[in-house]
């Protein structure tokens, strides 16, 4: 079974500075994709970046960009400048690539986020 | 486009009784999963439905079941409610196709 880890409950950042946020996950696919979700306090979960197993390159999502090492299993989330509006829970997750079919969404169990002014 | 909606968004409940969650899911979309969210257990798949088939469901009890339908909205019930069972309970939709999950902002379930 695949899993996801997220080793840091809490993080803090001062604001216009650059946090990275921890994920490892395991698996013995090949064909997957992995996610970092942000969860504000009004409770819904917002797809913050995505990454596909198969692409070497990083996904960048403006100040959001991740490290994505596929031989270590390992996945971070790189917030630069960060914003009052960062803070957040923020959580880590994996699904394979089943072509459309059986999709599952595996998570972490999150960083808690706080964005110092 | 509207989003993922659902009701109620808060709901408290006790020990035995059953209740039923509702999630209205993004137009267009025809698959909707379901996930809940404790402090302790984090967030866990619960079970997807597309076209008002069940087609993959997470390691839960019997009591918990869900239904779609031809609308592409979906139900999940929980029968014989236990204090274990209080959660956020999160629905997503997608475009079976392309695309991923967009997620709603969940129903509060407390058991009393």
């Known amino acids: 079974a695949q899993t996801v880890t997220q080793s840091q409950p809490e993080m803090s950042v001062q604001e216009a500075e650059t946090v990275t946020l921890s994920c490892t996950y395991d698996?013995?696919?090949?064909?997957?994709?992995l996610f970092w979700y942000k969860q504000p306090p009004s409770r819904q979960m917002i797809l913050v970046i995505r990454q596909e197993a198969y692409k070497q390159q990083n996904a960048t999502e403006n100040r959001f960009s991740v490290n994505f090492q596929k031989a270590a299993k390992s996945f971070s989330l790189k917030i630069s400048d960060s914003q009052l509006g960062d803070a957040a829970m923020y959580f880590c997750a994996y699904r394979e690539n089943s072509g459309g079919s059986n999709y599952k969404l595996t998570f972490g169990k999150g960083t808690l986020l706080t964005v110092n002014p | 486009k509207a989003g993922v909606t659902q009701t109620p968004r808060y709901l408290i409940k006790t020990r035995g009784q059953q209740v039923t969650l509702s999630c209205s899911p993004i137009?267009?979309?025809?698959?909707v999963s379901w996930y809940q969210q404790t402090p302790g257990q984090g967030l866990q798949f619960l079970f997807e439905?597309?076209?008002?088939?069940?087609?993959n469901k997470g390691n839960f009890p019997g009591r918990f079941s869900g239904r779609q339908f031809s609308n592409s909205r979906s139900e999940m019930n929980v029968s014989t409610l236990e204090l274990g069972d209080s959660a956020l309970y999160l629905c997503a939709s997608r475009d079976r196709v392309i695309g991923e999950a967009f997620f709603g902002q969940g129903t509060r379930l407390t058991v009393v």
């Open positions: 137009s267009g979309h025809r698959s």
């Open positions: 439905y597309f076209s008002e088939t069940q087609r």
């Open positions: 698996t013995s696919e090949s064909d997957y994709y």
